[in-house]
């Protein structure tokens, strides 16, 4: 994992973006990631230890502020961070032609819905997916379709992988072995990763009860599930 901190910008209206650089000595172009965040408003912190231990196998990623409780559901914020990730990544030193869309809880189901979708534009869509701890049978904030049920009907544009933790009571595993189910049903490329962890864990996190929040642990377990998922996103850009 890399120690540097992010490097805190606006993508629009004063929405931040915390901005994770590959670790010292990397070479090239690096692949890109957007990682959206869960239900809980402007929670790009929470992502922090899984973005830097990416950004330290080589990852250029992008952890978006977004809020599930505007009258949008958050959608325009979704759909604002994956263009401006999309037009500054070459700016940072990332390959827009290896760009990855990724997001965990809340964010995961979103993730797969824009990567999926048919309505989704040639210059936004990802070349790769990663649903990390989600749920995709409800109607997604940014498509408003299910990810599950087109999924099931027509073959995925792009490789999925899809990340869940075993002791998962937030949302259950059963979520993602459904939606594994159907895109092996359609024969799509999907890639599927059990950890044994828990909801906040397969982002490198314990949820605190006090705080109502996820936060960072040094929980040896937990850290090597997270460095599990941070090499699926690896995985997905092509390292």
Known sequence: MTSAQPEVISYADGRLMDVHRPAAGATGPAPVVLLW???GPDERDVLR???REAAGLGLLVFVPDWRSDRPDGGRAELLAS???ARRTAAGYGGDPERFVLAGWSLGGREAIAVATHPDTPADLRPVAAVGISSSYARPAITTGDAPLDLLADHPSPVPLWLVHGTEDDVLGIEHTQQLSAALTKQMSPVRVLELATDHAGV?????????????????E???RAGRRTAAALAEAAGL
């Open 203 to 219: 982002v490198m996190t314990g949820y605190d009860a006090e705080a109502n929040r996820c936060l960072p642990t040094t929980a």
């Open 49 to 51: 230890p899984i973005a």
């Open 37 to 39: 965040h869960g239900r």
């Open 221 to 223: 377990a937990v850290l």
């Open 82 to 84: 994956l263009a401006h």
